[in-house]
């Protein structure tokens, strides 16, 4: 495995692997691994000869420093991750090597500053307007610029992203087809803890008792697979509404059925051709997100 820090570095490894017309397979990545994160290099290895794994916790998708600061940062523990799982090359560049110091300065992760789209206007029109774009002002932007950046970089043939962030996957797919990247975007199902509790990077912020709260979301996701044939779409708000508040320490930020298309709530099944359960709570201070595909 080659760990590579600057862009000259990866740039020069890159022509050499693209030289021997090698596929490539993209996973970017903030770090603090987990076995979530390893089943999309796993899924990159199927199907790509060369897997490049990013690791950067990007602050411009970061709307609370307190957050950003607190990230977890593991870097040597991701890297014995990476090297068993056998990826092939691991990027883990500094701020300074992604961003200019006026593009940190000025916040220049807006859609009307086209530095970072070569001049292109992306909108991403309602899909950014709901769930985490309403709750997170300025996150997608964010998370556009870098994986744009990251993913003009890389220039891999197929990039591997988690079910485990929906709305994100949503927006990285408009975002590569408004950009023209002619890159595949592959979705990758979401990772649990055997409690049910979606694997992420900030579960390991949650105190013992905390953790043992988080699965009660899951649990509420299983349950509305089961159910939402038999109910409406307000009585199984409520039954989640009931659910959540039966463990006080969990304060919800929002619950939503959307077409899993649009991201669009709906109010009645049947009229999408799918449907996804979405969640954001808040435990102990911790931000955690999960969903579930009804159909
Ligand atoms: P992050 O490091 O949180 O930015 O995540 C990097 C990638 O890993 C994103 O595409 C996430 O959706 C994905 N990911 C995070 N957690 C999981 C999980 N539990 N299962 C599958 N993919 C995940």
Redesign the pocket.
């Known amino acids: 495995m080659v760990v590579l820090n600057s862009l000259e570095q990866l740039t020069k490894h890159l022509k050499k692997v693209r030289d021997q017309n090698y596929n490539i397979g993209f996973?970017?990545?903030?770090?603090?691994?987990?076995?979530?994160?390893i089943?999309?290099i796993h899924a990159a290895q199927q199907q790509q000869d060369i897997t490049v794994c990013s690791i950067f916790v990007n602050p411009t998708q970061f709307n609370d420093l307190n957050d950003l600061l607190k990230y977890p940062r593991t870097i040597e523990a991701d890297c014995k991750l990476l090297e068993e799982a056998r990826c092939d090359i691991v990027f883990i560049p500094e701020v300074s090597e992604i961003y200019s110091p006026e593009e940190l300065l000025l916040k220049k992760n807006s859609l009307e500053d086209k530095s970072w789209t070569e001049g292109k206007t992306v909108d991403f029109g309602l899909l950014a307007d709901v769930m985490e774009g309403a709750h997170r002002p300025g996150h997608f932007n964010g998370v556009a610029q870098v994986v744009s950046k990251l993913l003009k970089i890389v220039r891999p043939n197929k990039a591997?992203?988690?079910?485990?962030?929906f709305q994100?996957?949503a927006i990285i797919r408009s975002l590569v087809k408004q950009l023209n990247l002619p890159i595949q975007i592959i979705a990758?199902?979401?990772?649990?803890e055997p409690s049910g509790l979606?694997?992420?990077?900030r579960n390991e912020r949650l105190s013992h008792k905390e953790r043992t709260s988080a699965a009660l979301l899951s649990e509420i996701l299983f349950e509305l697979k089961d159910l939402y044939l038999q109910k409406t779409i307000p009585e199984l708000k409520l039954f989640v509404a009931n659910k959540i508040m039966t463990d006080p320490m969990i304060e919800l930020e929002y619950f939503e059925i959307s077409d899993a298309e649009t991201l669009q709530k709906i109010t009645h099944f049947g009229l999408t051709k799918s449907a996804v359960a979405c969640f954001a709570i808040k435990l102990g201070g911790i931000r955690l997100i999960d969903n579930i595909v009804l159909y």
């Open positions: 996973i970017p990545t903030m770090g603090a691994l987990h076995p979530g994160h089943s999309l591997y992203f988690g079910q485990k962030d994100q996957l990758c199902p979401t990772i649990r979606a694997m992420s990077s």
